[in-house]
Every structure is written in structure tokens, then in C-alpha cells.
């Protein structure tokens, strides 16, 4: 083990970063003074009539008598959604923004109803009339590549849309050494982000300049105007978008959907405001759903548990296209690349898939792929754990990462972790012996408990050089930032990201703050808007704090320097005398001192003061595109299990994790139990059901169920601080770790109840269907 | 379907004369007709609890009544939580104690915790996870929202 991990947070000396302020964001939040999409009123109404067929030509769509009724024939023109990986085998395919000629699953955007309200157009789509010649669906990725499937998209035989494989070399010699082979065939069902604000998209036309501006709830709003740019063929410029307040995304509005497309293009035609509300039902059949994965995984033990090689086959079934810009591969491909996690081994033969359905496309949801890799691996372990009839901490002890910078079988660098001490750390506050005693004593009463461990690293921050090595055409990676202290001393960040609830306004302030020594509520942070911030990536895959933030410090860093230029002018001081604090530069050990407001009115009033040794005004920018970091965390979950029902109860759920430095410990706590909720929800509860014929079962919150105040348990957590020095914030950054760990941790927990009973679940999420079905498998059985 | 009826809607004490259809709802009448976006809609098919308002003194969601249900009614949403510049203690406790993220939940959050704590200002913790488990929240993980309601209640009983 090697490195410095402190428990907790602080130190430094440091007087805004590390602390608990409130967050500047919620004052307008909670006085209902927040701005989102769905504010905003209209002069034309859009509905979309969505296919009731998962697959089949379209014969005829009839449309009332004076409707204005939109399809494929009247956009021509309008170019595809079609995303690129220059990698892998990979066929693309374009998504048309209304579908064309054919259908490829229930819910596809096959017309535009326009009215006057909403009201009206509902009533209208409602006598659009779709003649679909019906075909056979495909829903079940497996069914997907089995002989003889029907081909979803023309050229693409076995319906495989991208394929990867990887072997190391000498693998072969080292899997027939082993004296244990252990396997896991895990499945993660299709799943749904669910944010509580459902997509929207307003877009109003500028008579005077011919400019579109784009109200959408997205995460990434620059993306989303190049992309529609593209699709239209307009110039960029004459495209505004603006991310409002956002109300969550969770990597369901980190892709492009075909709706906004549509609106735009409305808006230009009619020269008009137009605008789209989604009802939650088409949120759920219609916008971007996740998880869909089968992962069989093998792993190849020495005789004293220590795992030697691993063979994984991974299976993503991606929907009927490729999400912009990540593309179907992100799943698939972000498994391959991650799999072995925070296990040392060199030994690595992957063959990862995606495959194309008739179903909803998939993109992003919180941890992408890595709630299904860790689920897969640590069930792995705990089997293997059984195999050699030794305690799950300590297979995970022979096997877990200690030395660092370590290089992976599939040559990613981590840098350093705490996978160890996160674990233990974890171990002594759940306090194992006493766990195991009361379970005791509660099976000999007929109930069951169970404990479930998950370790895991989370790849965060990376920047470009890590998207472009997956072969992408957009390769998303830097931010800038540009700020400027105006001339009354107030400060404005622009960021090129763009959050949806993370609190980022507050956490850039206090990093500005640390530098410049004016408090946060004299900093602005702005975002979302394409016209008013820099070009930017947006925020996903627990990057903004990281980037964004390494960007910001180096701004402030540069304002700083400029400050101290202009202090030492104005207070006749060397500049290495001069702090900057309370809003003021002062020279140390003196009461001569002067404001950054003052100092501001100068740099923008007085420049031939600063005889030409300064630019005028007060406005730098920064770039940052690090290489990328890992975070780490140790999850544990206890359970209560009915056998009776298969009802499972989350009792107890401690987290300890390691994010490197915390800029804000308030927000990061946040960030961690809502990524648990979701992740229990995943575990337990979520799950978007598909019928043979390719109708979704689950299109209200009633069946598709994210867990209330009830199912989630108080979460106890534990911080360790690991800093980054791949990040010059030192923060690793933690958007989506609270999500990765629960599915592993509590279906580890599950099956540890299931002990007596000799069954094991390996599906998620693990429904007390499931569970029963088992169980009364296993009763017949005996 | 277009007939309109006349209603008198009055919201945080100040009437709005609207024409609306008969089947419109409640929460789109709170939103559109009367300009008053701060209830959400998350929904409209009763789970959410996002657009919960307080409707003569019990928190009901607005995606289920009808507008013309509530003439005569003494509707209050969030925009008339607090007192001029002084934010309701429910309104501060959320802030304070991180209660929100993204915010979108958080008016629905703020109605129902007032309307209840208004009815049983002694509320036990538990039954209070009860009434809370009536929204849903997709960014907090509740565990925020708990401590906030908490709080509030407290400062509200003193
Ligand atoms: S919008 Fe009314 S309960 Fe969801
Ligand atoms: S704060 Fe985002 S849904 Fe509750």
C-alpha cells in the first residue's frame, strides 16, 4: 500500500474549499422561482403520434381534415441522426427524426401533430390514423443473434451493430493453470433514468435576426446545437440553445433525441414559437432507456483464491438505433474496457457486443455500465468466495489493487486509490462479527438477513485522449471557463458545462473564492446558455467538477495573478507581500489593504496606470483536459429478506468512499444518497418490461417503480480523501458512484440471505417475483 | 371537447378569473391559465406528488382535480409559502439542510411536508416517512428531505 489517504475532510488550510456551504442554486428553487422548460408557453403545440408496433412498414398515416400534421415526407432534407465510432466494427445506422418507410419499436416518433395548445393537439394525434404492416418483434438481445432472427436494419446480418474482442497474449497458458474456474452469468434488465422533469424542448424564431433559440432539458447544451445544426443544415450561429434549470437528467438528456430536432425544425418554418411537453408515459416507452445487458463471466483462481485471468462475454442489447453522440457502444464497449475494476489481474480475454433490437434506443444512466460490471465481478467474488469456502472480504483481499499507478490487461493507468482501505474502513464501522450473530439468531427464528459487499472503482474525469481512444467522431473531454470580475467587483464564471442538480454553481464559487479571496455570493457561475458561455461538453459521467473545476482553477489562478499586479501597483507593494482575502488585497503585516472592487474599477478605468504590464479589464479564461481518474468506494448493504413473499428490505446501507479532495462535503454527501437511491432501485425495483409482440408493460410510475422514502434506508457514509494528482483540484469527482455499487452490494446481501435455502440470484433487479420463483424452484426440487 | 366554463381560482389569496375546459386540470390551470409555474408536473397520472398543492388546507395533487373543483377553494402553492423576503422555516430547513438537488421535486416536497405539519405539528418520525413516501424525488436519495422536514418541524413548533 503506498500514498496518503486521510479520513474525512479538510486540512490545508483552506477557507471555502472543503466546506459545507449552502448551496447558491436554492433560494429561486424553493420559492418556485426556478426556470424550466416546461415554464414557458407557446403559440403552437406539438404531440407526437408514436408507433403502436414494434416493427413493420408504414402502409398509410391518415390525418384529419385541416390538421397540420408533420412526417418523413415533409422534413426531407432533414438529415438522419446517425452517430459514429471510426472502431470496432461498427455499422452505422441513422435514426430519421420521424420514422421512415418502417417502424423499428413501440413509441417511435412516427408524426407531428401542431395546434394551438396542447389540449388540441392531443385531440388531434389522437385521430391520426398509422396502417402498419405488421412484423415479428425482437426484444430480447439473446433472441437478437440466433439464427434465423429478423434483421432489424438492412446490412446488418445477426443484428450485431458493434463487436470487440481482446485477448492477452499467454492467456491460454495461464486459464489452464488455474485450480478453480468460477462463473457468473449475470443479466441486468432494461431500466429507465426516470428524471422527475421528463424531456421538453421551446424553440422560438427571431423575425429580426432569423435566429432559432432552443429551450431544452438537456445536459449538454453546445452538443445539442451542432448536432441539430448538422441535422438541418443551418449555420450553428443562428441556432441559441439554452439549458434552464434542468430537473435532473442522469444521462437520459446527455443524447440527442429526435423531438428536439423536430421542434427546431418547426420553429423555423412556421417562424413561430413551438414547443413539446413529454407526458411521463412516453418518457418511459420513448426516451432513452439503459442497462439492458447479459454478462457471463468466468474467472480463473489459483489454489490459495488468487484470480489469475478473466473471460468475459458481454451482451448489450442497445434498441432499435445508436444514441448520439456516445452510440450504442458505450455500454458494451465501456464493459469491456473496465471489467476487471479494482481486482488486479493481467490476464484478460473479452468479447463485448451490442446488439440491435426492436426496442427503445439506450443511452446513458448514471454509471453506465458500471452498476452492471461491478454487480458481475463482485458476485463473481462472493461465488468464488463460496467456491473455496473462505470469507468474501477475503477473496477480496488477495485480489484487490494495492500498488498504484497501476496499468489494466486492457492498459488503462489508475492512478492512485484506496481500494483497501475504503473496504476496511468499511468492514470496522459495519461491524462483521456482530452482523453475523444476529443473523444467527434471526434465521433460527425463521428470518432472514444478509450482507452484501461491493468494492469498485469509477473512472471519472476523463478528457479527450479517453474518447477518442474508443474510436469516437465526437470526442467530448475539455471544458473552459472564462471568468471576469466586473467593474463593481462582482464575479462571472461561464462554464462551457452545464448541471442539472449538482450543485456546481456553488462548488466552482468556492474554488473561485479559495484563489481570489471574494466570498461565494459574489460569484456567479453561468451555464447552459450557447450564446452567453464557452463551448462546452456538458455534464456526464462525473466529469464537471473535475473539469469544469480544473478549468475554473486555472482561470481564477490567472485573475489571481492579475489582481496581485494591479494591488502591487495601487499599494506600492511587492506582489509577494500582497494576500488576497475578505474581498480585499492586503499587504501582510501592514493595515494598508485595498478592495478587489476597487482594484477592478482601475484594471477596467485606469489601465495607463498599470504601465502596459497588464491587458486591460479583467477577464481570463482556462482549458482544462486531464487524462483522467478513478474514484473508489466499498459499498455494504444488510438486508432482511421474506421468504414467505421475497420481499426485500434494505435495512441498513453504509457507504466508504474515496472522491480525492471535497470541495463541498454538504454536496458530495447529496451527490452519494441520491446515486444510492437510484442504485437501490435498480437492484430492487426498476425494471422496463417488454411483451413478445414489443408493447411495454411498465409506461406508468405505478409499474415502473423508483423507490420512496420507504425502501431507502438511512445511508451512513464514510469519506476518504486519496488526492488526485491527475486533477489539479485534487477531486476525483462522484456524479455516479452512489448508483454503481447498490445493485452488487445488495443482491450479494440477497443471496447471503438465500444461504440456507441453496439458491442464488443473479438477475437484477431482484423482484420478489424472482426471488419466489426460486425459492419455490428450489422447494419442488427437494 | 373546446367549451369553456368560467372559474374564480383563488391562489395564495388572489383570485384568478379563468375560462377553461371541464377537463382541465387543476395543476394546468395553476400553470397556464394563472402563470404560476412553480408547481410542477411530473406525472399527471397521480404518483409523483410533484404537483401537490394545498387545496383548503390539505395537500392534494393538482393533476387530479379538475380546476372547476376547486372554485371557492383556498388554493396555496409555493409561490406563496413565504412571508414577503421571509422564506416559511420549511423553505429554510430545505436549504440548510441540503433537501434539494436539481429542485424540480421540491415544491411538491415543500407542500405536502407544510400542509401536514400544519394538520399534526407532532408527527411521529415515522408516520412522517409515511406522508413523505407519497413523492417521489429522483435526486436526494430522501435521506435530505427527511432531515430537512425534520428540522422544520421544530422550528415550526415553536
Ligand atoms: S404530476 Fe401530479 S402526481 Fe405526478
Ligand atoms: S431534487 Fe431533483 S427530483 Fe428531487
Known amino acids: 500500500m503506498s500514498g496518503a489517504h486521510t479520513k474525512g475532510s479538510g486540512g490545508d488550510g483552506m477557507k471555502w474549499v472543503g466546506r459545507s456551504i449552502r448551496r447558491l442554486e436554492d433560494p429561486a428553487l424553493v420559492q418556485g422561482r426556478g426556470r424550466f422548460t416546461g415554464d414557458l408557453s407557446a403559440a403552437h403545440w406539438v404531440r407526437f403520434v408514436r408507433s403502436p408496433n414494434a416493427a413493420g412498414k408504414i402502409k398509410s398515416i391518415t390525418a384529419?381534415?385541416?390538421?397540420?400534421?408533420?412526417?418523413?415526407?415533409?422534413?426531407?432534407?432533414?438529415?438522419?441522426?446517425?452517430?459514429?465510432?471510426?472502431?470496432?466494427?461498427?455499422?452505422?445506422?441513422?435514426?430519421?427524426?420521424?420514422?421512415?418507410?418502417?417502424v423499428r419499436f413501440v413509441g417511435e416518433a412516427v408524426a407531428a401533430v401542431v395546434a394551438a395548445t396542447e389540449e388540441e393537439a392531443e385531440d388531434i394525434a389522437d385521430l391520426v390514423e398509422i396502417d402498419i404492416e405488421d412484423a415479428a418483434a425482437l426484444v430480447d438481445g439473446r433472441a437478437a443473434i440466433a439464427d434465423g432472427a429478423p434483421q432489424i436494419h438492412a446490412g446488418m446480418p445477426g443484428n450485431v451493430?458493434?463487436?470487440?474482442?481482446?485477448?492477452?497474449?499467454?492467456?491460454?497458458?495461464?486459464?489452464?493453470?488455474?485450480?478453480?474456474?468460477?462463473?457468473?452469468?449475470?443479466?441486468?434488465?432494461?431500466?429507465?433514468?426516470?428524471?422527475?422533469?421528463?424531456?421538453?424542448?421551446?424553440?422560438?424564431?427571431?423575425?429580426?435576426?432569423?435566429?432559432?433559440?432552443?429551450?431544452?432539458?438537456?445536459?449538454?447544451?453546445?452538443?445539442?446545437?451542432?448536432?441539430?445544426?448538422?441535422?438541418?443544415?443551418?449555420?450553428?450561429?443562428?441556432?441559441?440553445?439554452?439549458?434552464?434549470?434542468?430537473?435532473?437528467?442522469?444521462?437520459?438528456?446527455m443524447s440527442l433525441c429526435v423531438e428536439y430536432v423536430l421542434v427546431t425544425w418547426l420553429a423555423r418554418k412556421l417562424k413561430s414559437s413551438v414547443a413539446w411537453t413529454e407526458d411521463r408515459r412516453e418518457n418511459l416507452i420513448a426516451s432513452f432507456h439503459s442497462r439492458d445487458q447479459y454478462i457471463t463471466l468466468e474467472g480463473a483462481f489459483d489454489e490459495n483464491a488468487k484470480l489469475l485471468a478473466l473471460r468475459a462475454d458481454i451482451l448489450a442489447n442497445t434498441g432499435a438505433y445508436s444514441c448520439f453522440p456516445t452510440t450504442c457502444g458505450m455500454e458494451p464497449l465501456m464493459a469491456m474496457a473496465e471489467m476487471p475494476g479494482p481486482y488486479d489481474v493481467q490476464q484478460y480475454d473479452c468479447l463485448a457486443r451490442a446488439v440491435v433490437t426492436n426496442t427503445c434506443t439506450m443511452?446513458?444512466?448514471?454509471?453506465?455500465?458500471?452498476?452492471?460490471?461491478?454487480?458481475?465481478?463482485?458476485?463473481?467474488?462472493?461465488?468464488?468466495?463460496?467456491?473455496?469456502?473462505?470469507?468474501?472480504?477475503?477473496?477480496?483481499?488477495?485480489?484487490?489493487?494495492?500498488?498504484?499507478?497501476?496499468?489494466?490487461?486492457?492498459?488503462?493507468?489508475?492512478?492512485?486509490?484506496?481500494?483497501?482501505?475504503?473496504?476496511?474502513?468499511?468492514?470496522?464501522?459495519?461491524?462483521?462479527?456482530?452482523?453475523?450473530?444476529?443473523?444467527?439468531?434471526?434465521?433460527?427464528?425463521?428470518?432472514?438477513?444478509?450482507?452484501?459487499?461491493?468494492?469498485?472503482?469509477?473512472?471519472?474525469?476523463?478528457?479527450?485522449?479517453?474518447?477518442?481512444?474508443?474510436?469516437?467522431?465526437?470526442?467530448?473531454?475539455?471544458?473552459?471557463?472564462?471568468?471576469?470580475?466586473?467593474?463593481?467587483?462582482?464575479?462571472?464564471?461561464?462554464i462551457g458545462s452545464s448541471p442539472h442538480g449538482q450543485g456546481l454553481r456553488t462548488t466552482l464559487a468556492q474554488i473561485i473564492a479559495e484563489e481570489i479571496g471574494v466570498p461565494p455570493e459574489m460569484i456567479k457561475v453561468v451555464h447552459g446558455d450557447t450564446d452567453t458561455a464557452p463551448y462546452g461538453w456538458g455534464t456526464f459521467a462525473s466529469r464537471s467538477l473535475v473539469i469544469s473545476g480544473g478549468a475554473t482553477l486555472i482561470a481564477a489562478r490567472k485573475i489571481k495573478a492579475k489582481l496581485l499586479k494591479i494591488a502591487g501597483h495601487m499599494l506600492e507593494a511587492a506582489e509577494t507581500d500582497i494576500v488576497l482575502e475578505d474581498g480585499k488585497a492586503k499587504v501582510a503585516g501592514t493595515d494598508r489593504e485595498v478592495s478587489v472592487a476597487a482594484m477592478a474599477r482601475e484594471a477596467y478605468t485606469q489601465t495607463h496606470r498599470f504601465k502596459g504590464e497588464i491587458e486591460p479589464g479583467l477577464t481570463e479564461s482556462g482549458t482544462y483536459d486531464p487524462p483522467g481518474t478513478f474514484s473508489n468506494a466499498c459499498h455494504v448493504a444488510i438486508v432482511r429478506l421474506d421468504a414467505e413473499t421475497g420481499h426485500v428490505k434494505v435495512e441498513r446501507y453504509l457507504v466508504a468512499e474515496d472522491a480525492g479532495r471535497i470541495i463541498n462535503p454538504m454536496i458530495a454527501d447529496g451527490q452519494v444518497h441520491g446515486g444510492v437511491a437510484q442504485g437501490i432501485g435498480n437492484a430492487l425495483l426498476e425494471e422496463i418490461i417488454y411483451d413478445e409482440s414489443g408493447a411495454i408493460l411498465t409506461a406508468n410510475l405505478a409499474d415502473f417503480m423508483p423507490p420512496t422514502a420507504h425502501e431507502i434506508p438511512p445511508i451512513e457514509l464514510h469519506h476518504l480523501e486519496t488526492p488526485s494528482t491527475q486533477s489539479i483540484t485534487k477531486a476525483k469527482g462522484l456524479g455516479e458512484g452512489g448508483t454503481i455499487g447498490p445493485p452488487a452490494a445488495v443482491v450479494n446481501a440477497i443471496n447471503d440471505a438465500l444461504t440456507p435455502f441453496n439458491v442464488e440470484i443473479d438477475t437484477i433487479p431482484a423482484t420478489p417475483q424472482r426471488i419466489r420463483t426460486l425459492l419455490r424452484n428450489a422447494e419442488r426440487a427437494s | 371537447?373546446?367549451?369553456?366554463?368560467?372559474?374564480?381560482?383563488?391562489?395564495?389569496?388572489?383570485?384568478?378569473?379563468?375560462?377553461?375546459?371541464?377537463?382541465?386540470?387543476?395543476?394546468?390551470?395553476?400553470?397556464?391559465?394563472?402563470?404560476?409555474?412553480?408547481?410542477?408536473?411530473?406525472?399527471?397520472?397521480?404518483?409523483?406528488?410533484?404537483?401537490?398543492?394545498?387545496?383548503?388546507?390539505?395537500?392534494?395533487?393538482?393533476?387530479?382535480?379538475?380546476?372547476?373543483?376547486?372554485?371557492?377553494?383556498?388554493?396555496?402553492?409555493?409561490?406563496?409559502?413565504?412571508?414577503?423576503?421571509?422564506?416559511?422555516?420549511?423553505?429554510?430547513?430545505?436549504?440548510?439542510?441540503?433537501?434539494?438537488?436539481?429542485?424540480?421535486?421540491?415544491?411538491?416536497?415543500?407542500?405536502?411536508?407544510?400542509?401536514?405539519?400544519?394538520?399534526?405539528?407532532?408527527?411521529?418520525?415515522?408516520?412522517?416517512?409515511?406522508?413523505?413516501?407519497?413523492?417521489?424525488?429522483?435526486?436526494?436519495?430522501?435521506?435530505?428531505?427527511?432531515?430537512?422536514?425534520?428540522?422544520?418541524?421544530?422550528?415550526?413548533r415553536k
Open chain 2, 1 to 156: 371537447m373546446s367549451e369553456k366554463t368560467d372559474v374564480t381560482l383563488t391562489i395564495n389569496g388572489k383570485d384568478y378569473a379563468i375560462a377553461v375546459e371541464p377537463r382541465r386540470t387543476l395543476a394546468d390551470a395553476i400553470r397556464e391559465d394563472c402563470g404560476q409555474t412553480g408547481t410542477h408536473i411530473g406525472c399527471e397520472h397521480g404518483v409523483c406528488g410533484a404537483c401537490t398543492v394545498i387545496v383548503d388546507d390539505a395537500p392534494v395533487r393538482s393533476c387530479l382535480m379538475f380546476a372547476v373543483q376547486a372554485e371557492g377553494k383556498a388554493i396555496r402553492t409555493v409561490e406563496g409559502l413565504a412571508d414577503g423576503d421571509k422564506l416559511h422555516p420549511m423553505q429554510q430547513a430545505f436549504m440548510d439542510n441540503h433537501g434539494l438537488q436539481c429542485g424540480f421535486c421540491t415544491p411538491g416536497f415543500l407542500m405536502l411536508a407544510v400542509g401536514v405539519l400544519e394538520r399534526e405539528p407532532n408527527i411521529s418520525d415515522e408516520a412522517l416517512i409515511d406522508v413523505l413516501s407519497s413523492n417521489l424525488c429522483r435526486c436526494t436519495g430522501y435521506q435530505n428531505i427527511i432531515k430537512s422536514v425534520r428540522a422544520a418541524a421544530q422550528e415550526m
Open chain 1, 161 to 253: 451493430i458493434v463487436k470487440a474482442e481482446i485477448k492477452t497474449p499467454g492467456f491460454d497458458d495461464v486459464w489452464a493453470s488455474a485450480a478453480k474456474i468460477v462463473r457468473c452469468d449475470a443479466r441486468s434488465n432494461r431500466q429507465n433514468a426516470t428524471p422527475m422533469e421528463a424531456r421538453a424542448a421551446h424553440a422560438t424564431y427571431d423575425s429580426a435576426t432569423g435566429r432559432v433559440t432552443l429551450h431544452c432539458t438537456t445536459q449538454m447544451p453546445h452538443l445539442v446545437r451542432t448536432a441539430i445544426a448538422d441535422c438541418l443544415g443551418m449555420p450553428e450561429s443562428d441556432l441559441r440553445v439554452i439549458a434552464p434549470d434542468v430537473g435532473g437528467g442522469f444521462g437520459q438528456k
Open chain 1, 363 to 494: 443511452g446513458a444512466y448514471r454509471g453506465v455500465s458500471r452498476p452492471s460490471i461491478t454487480f458481475t465481478l463482485e458476485r463473481l467474488m462472493d461465488k468464488a468466495a463460496k467456491a473455496f469456502a473462505i470469507d468474501p472480504l477475503d477473496i477480496r483481499r488477495k485480489n484487490l489493487i494495492t500498488q498504484f499507478p497501476y496499468k489494466s490487461a486492457m492498459g488503462l493507468e489508475y492512478d492512485e486509490a484506496s481500494y483497501r482501505e475504503t473496504m476496511e474502513t468499511a468492514v470496522e464501522a459495519i461491524n462483521v462479527p456482530a452482523f453475523r450473530a444476529r443473523q444467527q439468531l434471526a434465521r433460527d427464528k425463521g428470518e432472514y438477513l444478509g450482507i452484501g459487499f461491493a468494492t469498485f472503482s469509477e473512472r471519472t474525469g476523463y478528457g479527450s485522449p479517453a474518447f477518442a481512444a474508443r474510436g469516437m467522431a465526437i470526442t467530448p473531454g475539455w471544458e473552459t471557463v472564462h471568468i471576469t470580475v466586473d467593474p463593481s467587483g462582482f464575479v462571472e464564471a461561464r
Open chain 1, 64 to 102: 384529419p381534415d385541416g390538421a397540420m400534421v408533420i412526417t418523413a415526407a415533409d422534413i426531407e432534407g432533414v438529415k438522419k441522426i446517425t452517430p459514429m465510432l471510426h472502431k470496432f466494427n461498427y455499422k452505422p445506422v441513422g435514426q430519421p427524426i420521424l420514422a421512415d418507410g418502417e
